[in-house]
């Protein structure tokens, strides 16, 4: 009997996980061309936009446009991959519809878990593995998305604060 004993390995897995972090890694030098980029990752800029669309929807912001034609900003001169319009983002909602992409992490997790039951090499994994990467890079809120949250992450902390304060003084 053996003193160190070691969970099962699971090496289908672990080879599906190592060939998509090198699949990442491989279309990560892309972004050294900028509309190359624009162009292959633009399905997790849609991802993305639909993500604020949806989100902006359901908590009321309603969503008045949806952009996601590539465009150079005026002010800054970097590349805007798309972008959503509201008419009616105000301080309660900002939170959740500038955080709505991070929604893709459980999309590209869900699409992951359906290639497992697929060979790592084949052309239906390597699909999925493109879907999923597309989520991945497309999930995380840009840095507009970042500045509208925090601008209602203190009223929320505020109003959290005192309906704490209510609970403990009256119930």
């Not at 809120?141 to 925090?150: C, E, I, L, V």
Request: hydrophobic fraction near 55%; charge should be positive; aromatic fraction near 16%.
């Amino acid at each position: 009997m053996s003193i160190l004993q070691f969970p099962a390995f699971n090496v289908e897995l672990s080879s599906k996980i190592f060939l998509l972090v090198w699949l990442y890694i491989l279309l990560r030098f892309i972004k050294k061309n900028i509309y190359l980029s624009a162009l292959f990752w633009w399905a997790g800029t849609v991802g993305h936009e639909l993500c604020h669309l949806v989100v902006g929807f359901l908590f009321g912001a309603k969503p008045s446009r949806i952009d996601l034609i590539p465009k150079r900003d005026a002010k800054t001169g970097g590349l805007v991959l798309g972008s959503v319009t509201f008419k009616n983002l105000v301080w309660w909602n900002k939170l959740p519809v500038s955080t709505a992409p991070l929604l893709l992490l459980i999309v590209g997790y869900w699409i992951f878990i359906q290639s497992i039951s697929y060979p790592s090499m084949s052309l239906h994994t390597l699909l999925y593995d493109l879907a999923v990467l597309q989520c991945v890079e497309g999930c995380w809120p840009s840095g507009t998305d970042w500045r509208s949250a925090m601008k209602t992450v203190y009223p929320l902390v505020g109003l959290t604060v005192v309906i704490a304060i209510f609970l403990v003084l009256f119930y």
